[in-house]
Structure formats: structure tokens, C-alpha cells
């Protein structure tokens, strides 16, 4: 890949990373309309109808084995309780919350999973890090000031569930081989989709009389831009650049999630938020090893 196009592959990533961060704004906005297994249903709809053409575009098709099938199915039935405490969350938190402390806590949550049950070695930087990662996650919460009931209040709690359930879904995708990323996300969603038709929602009788222009520019963004462009953007950058030059566009989501609750949500930002968000991304950077800046003689010499 030339320079010229790993920059416009770069300009894509943060595009890619915007859309997830909007994703909160989205379903902030979403939750005065329906609830939150209405939400999943028509965000898989739009999304399998817009992913499967570029399955086709990218060759990857719809090829799976029975392994990476089975895997989907329990993918789904996770990911339809994450996106459960991910909309309740936001419905009765704040956006700008959800989306700083979700988004940072995800990966310290995989690391300590990874670390717990399947034998990932501590060293000691990983250890300063867990602790910073805590008192980050700490001082977004503002446990400084708070009461016991204000910190453990219900949203507080849908965030953090949601936090623990994602780093499963990711393992559970990993174990998954000889199968496009692309293809099990594409797998997953009609799982979640039967799933949901089977126990929580009947289409027929969702409120389309109440679906405005805000809703649908919602919905339309939730599942084609943070969740189909996203997503392939994201697979497509790790199949091309790697997994370590990728993930470290993971650190503009909770820019993103903030500035934008501040721009359409009119959201108020507190200092700890973004004190908190700051540790809590230093010690995600800590973790994985991650290089954000890169030696000029390193990025010469790839191109």
C-alpha cells in the first residue's frame, strides 16, 4: 500500500471511529422513540441489507464453517444483551458518559479476562496500568465527590455490564477461523435478527406512525454508518495495516462519543469525565503496546 492511500485509508479510520462514537448520540436519541429490541431489529435490518453487497464487493461472499456458524450463534445472543445494557445505559445515563467509559473500559476489561482464564502474563507495566486504568475509571464515574448510591446508579450499572460483555463477544469472535471477520459479523446479525423475531419484538406492531426524519437519520446512521461502514472499514484496516496501527484509532472514539453528546445532545461535559477518559486511554495505550506517534524512520521505511 502506497503512502497516498494509507492516508486516505487514515482519513477512512477516522471516519470509521467518528461513526462509532456517534453510535451513543444515536441511541440517545433513539430511546424517546422505541425500545431497545426495536432498536437492534431495525439496526440489523438495515445493516444485513448494506453489509451483504460488500461481501460480494470485497470477495469475501458468504462462506463459513459449521465452527464459525455455532460461534456466530453465541456471539448473538451476547451481543443482543450487550446492545441491552448498552441502550438502557444511555437511555437513562448520558451519551458523553456511556461512551467515555464503555469505550475505555473495554479494552482493560479484555486484558484482565485474557490475564484471568486464559494465562496472559502480568508484567509489571500491565500492573501500573490496571491500577491507572482504575482510578481513571474512578474519577469518570466522579466517585470522589459521589455518594454510594449516585456511583452504583442504574445506568452506571448498564455501562458496566456492558463493558464485561463486549471483551466475551470479542473472544468468542476470535475463536472463529477460516472465516472472514466481515462474514461472521454478517452471520451474527441474521442470528440476532431470528433471535429477535423469535422472542422480542413483532414489526407489525412497532410505532411507524411516530418515525420522523430525526429517527430514521438515526437509525440510518446507527446501522449503515457506525455499524456497516465502521466495522468493514475496521476488518478491511487490519487485514492491510495490521492489528497494532489499527487499534490505535480506537483512542478517537471517546473524542468522538463526547464532542458530539456536546454538539447535538447539548450535553454537559465535567472536568473528571475528561480527566478519567484521558487515564483510562494512557493506560489502554500501556497495555497493548500501542504507538500512537511513530518514528519518521519507521513510516519512510514502509513506504
Do not use: C
Not at 437492534?40 to 464487493?57: D, G, S, Y
Not at 472465516?179 to 441474521?190: N, Q
Not at 412497532?206 to 426524519?213: G, K, L
Amino acid at each position: 500500500m502506497t503512502q497516498t492511500n494509507k492516508n486516505i485509508f487514515y482519513f477512512m479510520m477516522v471516519l470509521a471511529m467518528a461513526g462509532w462514537g456517534a453510535s451513543w448520540v444515536n441511541a440517545k436519541v433513539l430511546s424517546s422513540y422505541i425500545n431497545e429490541y426495536e432498536m437492534m431489529f431495525l439496526r440489523n435490518f438495515f445493516t444485513i441489507i448494506t453489509l451483504a453487497p460488500i461481501l460480494v464487493i470485497t470477495r469475501k461472499y458468504f462462506y463459513s464453517n459449521t465452527k464459525s456458524l455455532i460461534l456466530a450463534f453465541i456471539a448473538a445472543i451476547v451481543m443482543i444483551v450487550y446492545l441491552k445494557f448498552y441502550f438502557l445505559g444511555v437511555k437513562f445515563g448520558t451519551a458523553s458518559l456511556g461512551g467515555a467509559l464503555v469505550t475505555t473500559l473495554i479494552p482493560i476489561n479484555t486484558f484482565i479476562l485474557m490475564a484471568l482464564f486464559f494465562g496472559k502474563k502480568l508484567q509489571k507495566k500491565d500492573i501500573f496500568a490496571l491500577i491507572l486504568g482504575m482510578f481513571g475509571v474512578l474519577t469518570i464515574l466522579n466517585i470522589w465527590t459521589f455518594s454510594f448510591e449516585q456511583i452504583f446508579t442504574e445506568h452506571n450499572l448498564y455501562f458496566l455490564a456492558a463493558s464485561i460483555l463486549w471483551p466475551i463477544f470479542t473472544i468468542i469472535s476470535s475463536k472463529s477461523t477460516k472465516t472472514s471477520p466481515l462474514v461472521f459479523s454478517f452471520y451474527m446479525y441474521v442470528f440476532m435478527t431470528i433471535l429477535l423475531l423469535i422472542f422480542f419484538v413483532e414489526p407489525t406492531k412497532m410505532p411507524y406512525a411516530s418515525f420522523d426524519w430525526i429517527f430514521w437519520a438515526n437509525i440510518l446512521s446507527v446501522a449503515i454508518v457506525s455499524t456497516t461502514f465502521a466495522t468493514s472499514i475496521y476488518f478491511i484496516g487490519i487485514e492491510k495495516l495490521g492489528t497494532n496501527e489499527v487499534s490505535s484509532f480506537i483512542f478517537l472514539v471517546p473524542f468522538f462519543a463526547i464532542s458530539l453528546s456536546v454538539i447535538f445532545l447539548k450535553e454537559h461535559i465535567s472536568y473528571s469525565i475528561i480527566i478519567g477518559t484521558i487515564m483510562t486511554l494512557i493506560a489502554v495505550k500501556i497495555l497493548n503496546n500501542i504507538q500512537i506517534f511513530k518514528k519518521k524512520e519507521k513510516i519512510e521505511s514502509r513506504t
